[in-house]
């Protein structure tokens, strides 16, 4: 006879299993994501992933590149960054005292700064002496006058296509768990003497 359901065991058993899965399938989230950077290789060295179970209610798996480059990789830069759709932090950016105001919000392309300090987007001060205020860097790069750093690069969106790429791997995992999870052992039953 079914006298109850041990629910603490069952649901202590399922967080357990999913959080295998999904520490699995974070770590192939984290590597396809790091064989997708093309411009900014020392990324791959900045990013990490983590696991998180909050109240028993719910298993994440997080992925971080916490290196300011990682940002330029996502979303590129100069004339060729993504538009404030694709970049939610373009228009902070763009507002914020790191965006060259002799920079047009238009074209994007990267032009000198004016003399002075400024402060760059990895959070560093930097002086200008002004030698190339609002002159296109762009141009200057792709000629060979200047280094090619100050040339524009796409996004190559490394993160959002790795999970994309991922994505049936995703749910067929986190479903496999879920669908084959054994719930029936965890019923209580009285024993027949």
Same mark, same amino acid.
């Given at each position: 006879?079914?006298?109850?359901?041990?629910?603490?065991?069952? !649901?202590?058993?399922?967080? /357990?299993?999913?959080?295998?899965?999904?520490?699995?399938?974070?770590?192939?989230?984290?590597?396809?994501?790091? !064989?997708?950077?093309?411009?900014?290789?020392?990324?791959?060295?900045?990013?990490?992933?983590?696991?998180?179970?909050?109240? /028993?209610?719910?298993?994440?798996?997080?992925?971080?590149?916490?290196? @300011?480059?990682? @940002?330029?990789?996502? $979303?590129?830069?100069?004339?060729?960054?993504?538009?404030?759709?694709?970049?939610?932090?373009?228009?902070?950016?763009?507002?914020?005292?790191? @965006?060259?105001?002799?920079?047009?919000?238009?074209?994007?392309?990267?032009?000198?700064?004016?003399?002075?300090?400024?402060?760059?987007?990895?959070?560093?001060? /930097?002086?200008?002496?002004?030698?190339?205020?609002?002159?296109?860097?762009?141009?200057?790069?792709?000629?060979?006058?200047?280094?090619?750093?100050?040339?524009?690069?796409?996004?190559?969106?490394?993160?959002?296509?790795?999970?994309?790429?991922?994505?049936?791997?995703?749910?067929?995992?986190?479903?496999?768990?879920?669908?084959? $999870?054994?719930?029936?052992?965890?019923?209580?039953?009285?024993?027949?003497?």
């Amino acid at each position: 006879m079914i006298t109850g359901y041990d629910y603490a065991k069952a !649901s202590a058993d399922l967080e /357990h299993d999913l959080g295998v899965e999904i520490a699995g399938l974070t770590k192939l989230v984290l590597l396809t994501a790091k !064989s997708g950077i093309r411009y900014y290789p020392e990324v791959r060295d900045y990013m990490h992933m983590q696991m998180t179970v909050l109240a /028993h209610e719910m298993v994440e798996g997080e992925i971080t590149a916490e290196h @300011w480059q990682a @940002w330029l990789e996502q $979303f590129g830069k100069g004339s060729k960054m993504a538009n404030s759709i694709d970049n939610p932090g373009l228009v902070s950016y763009i507002n914020s005292d790191q @965006w060259n105001p002799l920079r047009s919000q238009g074209s994007k392309n990267v032009v000198g700064r004016g003399e002075g300090n400024y402060r760059s987007i990895d959070g560093t001060t /930097h002086y200008s002496g002004g030698g190339y205020a609002g002159v296109d860097l762009e141009e200057l790069a792709a000629r060979g006058d200047i280094d090619k750093s100050y040339g524009p690069t796409p996004p190559s969106y490394f993160l959002r296509i790795a999970l994309q790429a991922n994505r049936n791997r995703i749910l067929e995992g986190i479903s496999r768990v879920l669908t084959t $999870f054994p719930y029936h052992k965890y019923f209580k039953e009285v024993k027949d003497s």
